[in-house]
């Protein structure tokens, strides 16, 4: 079993930052991504960072330059550092971790950017 838990979000002004954490534990395996997902609709999350456990890493299109993806093995923590923050980045976050083929969320973290 995985667990993953999510924690650093809040409210900021445009063009501010904001540090994302998720700790994960449990049977990771000798090969796992972890990922960071946000809700863009009702049913749709879109995936906006990855990062697997060889430390290669990808972005969506939108945050490239902006986000940056990060892990720290010896603590077992992902980190997702938001820069120049728009409001368009408001939404909830998730930190998933995919292992053996499955799929294991945290409870997600709000994020708001709003003057």
């Known amino acids: 079993q995985v667990q993953v838990v999510e924690s650093g979000g809040g409210l900021v002004q445009p063009g501010g930052s904001l540090r994302l954490s998720c700790d994960y534990s449990?049977?990771?395996?000798?090969?796992?991504?972890m990922n960071w997902y946000r809700q863009v609709t009702e049913t749709h999350r879109e995936r906006v960072a990855a990062i697997d456990s060889r430390d290669m890493i990808t972005y969506k299109d939108s945050v490239e330059g902006r986000f940056t993806i990060s892990r720290d093995k010896d603590k077992n923590t992902v980190y997702l550092q938001m820069n120049s923050l728009k409001p368009e980045d408001t939404t909830v976050y998730y930190c998933?971790?995919?292992?053996?083929?499955?799929?294991?969320w945290g409870q997600g973290t709000q994020v708001t950017v709003s003057s």
């Open positions: 998933s971790a995919l292992v053996g083929g499955l799929y294991y």
């Open positions: 449990g049977s990771m395996g000798s090969f796992f991504v």
